[in-house]
C-alpha cells in the first residue's frame, strides 16, 4: 500500500504541476493554521487514511542549536562538541568525526535544514499496527529520562532567553533504541522535535519523519533531513533490523508533503 500510495502520489505531482512544484510551499499553511486536537484512528480500514512502511532508526537523546547557530555563534559550537563528549564517550572519535563532517556541510550551505517542516499540531495519531510491545518498556525509560533532562535544560534556558515562534530546524544526537550501533548520531531535525521522539526512515518516501508516543499513541511531529544523504551515502533497508520495523499511519495531506 505505501509504495502504491507513493507512486501514484509522485504521478498525481508531476501531472498537475511538474517536477518545480513544492508541496511544502503548498501545504505549510494549512499545517501551521491547524490548531485541533489530533484525530485519534482505531479504524485502519477508513478511507481516508494511509500506512506507510518506516524503520525506526532511533530515539533523540538531546536536541542543540539551529544549523545557522552552529555556523555563527562559537559558544553553541563548544556547547554542542560538550554534549557530543557526554554522550558518546564510549565511541567518540567516530562522533566528532561525523560532527565535523556535518560542520563543513553547513559553512558549504546555508540551506542545509531549511527543508524540514515542524507539525506543532499533529493531524492524526495511532496506535502501532504491528507488535511493538518488545520495544516499549525499553523506550519509554530511555525517553522519560532524556525529557527530564530536556526539561531542566529547557526551564534554565528560558530563564535567560525569550521565547520565539515557530522553532528553527535544531540539531540532536540519536540512540538506537535496540542497542545496536546507529546508522547515524547526529542530525537535523525540525524545530518541533524533542528528546525521546522516534527518528523514522519512511521507505517509499525516502524521508525522515519524527514521531512522538503519548502514552500507547503516536503521532508524526515533523520531519528531519537524511543525515547519509548530505554526503551521499543513502540509506538502505538493509540498514535495519526487521523487528525495527513500524507502520505509519498519515492522512492525505501528511502523505503527499513526505513525497518532496
Known amino acids: 500500500m505505501g509504495l502504491e500510495l507513493d507512486f501514484r502520489g509522485r504521478l498525481v505531482k508531476r501531472l ?4 518545480s512544484v513544492r ?8 499545517y501551521a493554521s491547524w490548531t485541533s486536537s489530533p484525530r485519534t484512528i482505531e479504524d485502519i480500514r477508513d478511507p481516508t487514511i494511509f500506512s506507510l512502511p518506516a524503520y525506526i532508526a532511533g530515539m533523540i537523546r538531546c536536541t542543540g542549536p539551529s544549523p545557522k547557530r552552529m555556523r555563527s555563534d562559537l559558544d553553541e559550537v563548544d556547547k554542542w562538541r560538550e554534549r557530543i563528549y557526554q554522550h558518546f564517550q ?7 568525526r561525523e560532527d565535523d ?3 563543513q556541510v553547513l559553512l558549504k550551505s546555508k540551506t542545509v535544514g531549511t527543508g524540514v517542516l515542524s507539525f506543532p499540531h499533529p493531524r492524526i495519531c495511532w496506535k502501532p499496527l504491528a507488535p511493538f510491545e518488545p520495544m516499549i518498556d525499553g523506550h519509554r525509560k530511555k525517553s ?4 527530564q533532562q530536556w526539561i531542566r535544560e529547557l526551564s534554565v534556558a528560558q530563564q535567560t532567553k525569550p ?5 528553527e530546524s535544531c540539531l540532536y544526537l540519536i540512540e538506537r533504541v535496540t542497542g545496536h550501533n546507529s546508522l547515524w548520531k547526529i542530525g537535523i531535525a525540525a524545530g518541533a ?3 525521546g521522539d522516534l527518528v523514522c526512515w519512511v521507505r517509499a518516501a525516502r524521508q525522515i519523519v519524527i514521531v512522538r508516543m503519548d502514552g500507547d499513541w503516536l503521532q508524526i511531529v515533523g520531519t528531519a533531513v537524511d543525515p547519509k544523504d548530505l554526503w551521499g551515502e543513502g540509506i538502505r533497508e538493509q540498514d535495519f533490523k526487521s523487528h525495527e520495523k ?6 492525505v495531506e501528511t502523505a503527499y508533503i513526505l513525497m518532496v
Open 23 to 30: 508541496p511544502i510551499d503548498q501545504v505549510a499553511r494549512e
Open 144 to 147: 522519560n529520562k532524556c525529557k
Open 90 to 96: 564510549a565511541d567518540l572519535g567516530n562522533a566528532y
Open 246 to 251: 513500524l507502520e505509519l499511519i498519515v492522512d
Open 193 to 195: 522535535a524533542q528528546p
Open 16 to 19: 498537475l504541476g511538474g517536477s
Open 101 to 103: 563532517r556535518l560542520m
Open 163 to 167: 521565547s520565539v515562534g515557530t522553532p
